[in-house]
């Protein structure tokens, strides 16, 4: 699908009435949360029902019924169903791995400064109770070149470099890092390497393979750009590394193996793991492509909406994704506490939802598109934002 004349998507028929969004509010934050169609919410519906029917026969059946919407969302990223498992989110698989790789006194992990921050925090964590110590590789919010990146994140690797965590798109700026090529030149030097994908399932075409897509570890959300009910993730782990995952809980079912000693935490809630496959199912009704492409478009209309309109300047742009992220001018949101008081300010005055990170010199603001999503909303935000920030 190709964007018409003046970059302008066609919008997807009957896409928008999927969703139950407040009409008031301009849902421009699809990255964080996601928005769960509606046909997808009957079906988790159906799913809460039927547990509170017969409690005890649902949860007798439920690790077959786990592996079996296992089976189908990993055939949707061209896994082994056997190498997948399913979480919450890619912060709690997170916490799996790192807790799953020995690390002794002086390791290091190696991570960027453009890495979800609580991903980072997980790492300092796991170091700090292991003698190991992180180190961040700082990237410049300018420099769009792979072939620069590769080469600044290779030459922070040392003898001691254990783990790399990288983005395979990053939250605040909306980039690629863990490109295949630096994936195989650090598995060539022995680091074990752990994809950060929340945003590709969905968004980007998987294929993952017999492993887990040229990583050691690879961790994606689903309840984000694959309209599965929050919270959905994918852990999909490469090489030998199966029979060494520790779970986070034990459970009666810790004796199963991966990945059902990963996934099985016993009286939480499962359905939506079990109506995942109906996001995909979804998805593919309307045309993974034609989505992909009508988000990509609509979201770089959008930025440059933001640039012309507030004077915003857009960051480094990765083809395929449905994210654009623009910087502030000096001053604005260079603080934790400033960038959330810009959100609440952008939500209370605008009406609008979107992503503010902070940054030195200026914070970054991310903007998503969505089938639910118009032309119109980035325009008027690009208008109340240049006001906004002229306060």
Same mark, same amino acid.
């Given at each position: 699908?190709?964007?018409?004349?003046?970059?302008?998507?066609?919008?997807?028929?009957?896409?928008?009435?999927?969703?139950?969004?407040?009409?008031?509010?301009?849902?421009?934050?699809?990255?964080?949360?996601?928005?769960?169609?509606?046909?997808?919410?009957?079906?988790?519906?159906?799913?809460?029902?039927?547990?509170?029917?017969?409690?005890?026969?649902?949860?007798?059946?439920?690790?077959?019924?786990? $592996?079996?919407? =296992? !089976?189908? &969302?990993? /055939? %949707?990223? *061209? #896994?082994?169903?056997?190498?997948?498992? +399913?979480?919450?989110?890619?912060?709690?698989?997170?916490?799996?791995?790192?807790?799953?790789?020995?690390?002794?006194?002086?390791?290091?992990?190696?991570?960027?400064?453009?890495?979800?921050?609580?991903?980072?925090?997980?790492?300092?964590?796991?170091?700090?109770?292991?003698?190991?110590?992180?180190?961040?590789?700082?990237?410049?919010?300018?420099?769009?070149?792979? $072939?620069?990146? =590769? !080469?600044? &994140?290779? /030459? %922070?690797? *040392? #003898?001691?470099?254990?783990?790399?965590? +990288?983005?395979?798109?990053?939250?605040?700026?909306?980039?690629?890092?863990?490109?295949?090529?630096?994936?195989?030149?650090?598995?060539?030097?022995?680091?074990?390497?752990?994809?950060?994908?929340?945003?590709?399932?969905?968004?980007?075409?998987?294929?993952?393979?017999?492993?887990?897509?040229?990583?050691?570890?690879?961790?994606?959300?689903?309840?984000?750009?694959?309209?599965?009910? =929050? !919270?959905?993730?994918?852990? %999909?782990? *490469?090489?030998?590394?199966?029979?060494?995952?520790?779970?986070?809980?034990?459970?009666?079912?810790?004796?199963?193996?991966?990945?059902?000693?990963?996934?099985?935490?016993?009286?939480?809630?499962?359905?939506?793991?079990?109506?995942?496959?109906?996001?995909?199912?979804?998805?593919?009704?309307?045309?993974?492509?034609?989505?992909?492409?009508?988000?990509?478009?609509?979201?770089?209309?959008?930025?440059?909406?933001?640039?012309?309109?507030?004077?915003?300047?857009?960051? %480094?742009?990765?083809?395929?994704?449905?994210?654009?992220?623009?910087?502030?001018?000096?001053?604005?949101?260079?603080?934790?506490?400033?960038?959330?008081?810009?959100?609440?300010?952008?939500?209370?005055?605008?009406?609008?939802?979107?992503?503010?990170?902070?940054?030195?010199?200026?914070?970054?603001?991310?903007?998503?598109?969505?089938?639910?999503?118009?032309?119109?909303?980035?325009?008027?935000?690009?208008?109340?934002?240049?006001?906004?920030?002229?306060?």
């Amino acid at each position: 699908m190709s964007a018409p004349a003046g970059g302008l998507p066609e919008p997807v028929p009957g896409a928008r009435g999927l969703f139950t969004l407040d009409p008031a509010v301009a849902h421009l934050n699809h990255g964080s949360y996601g928005a769960v169609p509606a046909p997808v919410q009957r079906i988790q519906a159906r799913l809460r029902a039927e547990q509170e029917q017969d409690p005890d026969g649902f949860f007798a059946d439920l690790p077959d019924r786990i $592996a079996r919407a =296992r !089976a189908r &969302v990993a /055939a %949707a990223l *061209g #896994a082994e169903p056997d190498r997948l498992a +399913l979480l919450t989110n890619v912060t709690e698989g997170m916490a799996v791995v790192l807790d799953s790789v020995p690390l002794a006194e002086g390791d290091e992990i190696l991570v960027t400064d453009h890495g979800y921050g609580v991903v980072t925090e997980a790492a300092r964590r796991r170091a700090a109770e292991t003698g190991a110590r992180v180190r961040t590789v700082r990237l410049s919010l300018h420099t769009p070149d792979e $072939a620069a990146v =590769r !080469a600044q &994140v290779l /030459a %922070a690797v *040392g #003898a001691r470099t254990r783990i790399a965590v +990288l983005d395979l798109v990053t939250s605040p700026t909306a980039r690629e890092i863990a490109g295949a090529p630096l994936l195989a030149e650090l598995a060539a030097r022995g680091v074990v390497t752990v994809v950060d994908a929340a945003h590709a399932p969905g968004m980007l075409p998987v294929r993952l393979g017999n492993g887990a897509g040229g990583a050691d570890f690879w961790l994606g959300n689903l309840h984000k750009w694959a309209f599965a009910p =929050r !919270a959905t993730a994918v852990l %999909a782990v *490469g090489g030998s590394w199966r029979p060494r995952i520790r779970p986070l809980t034990l459970s009666w079912e810790h004796d199963r193996g991966f990945p059902g000693r990963v996934e099985w935490r016993g009286t939480a809630d499962y359905t939506p793991w079990l109506a995942a496959p109906a996001g995909f199912t979804l998805l593919e009704q309307l045309g993974a492509e034609r989505v992909r492409a009508h988000n990509e478009a609509l979201v770089g209309y959008g930025a440059r909406q933001l640039a012309d309109r507030a004077g915003l300047r857009p960051l %480094a742009v990765m083809p395929g994704v449905a994210m654009r992220a623009l910087r502030l001018p000096p001053g604005v949101a260079e603080s934790d506490h400033a960038a959330k008081a810009l959100m609440v300010a952008v939500a209370r005055r605008l009406q609008a939802r979107v992503a503010v990170r902070p940054w030195p010199g200026g914070g970054v603001l991310r903007i998503s598109a969505q089938l639910y999503n118009r032309p119109e909303e980035y325009r008027e935000l690009g208008c109340g934002l240049r006001d906004l920030l002229g306060r």
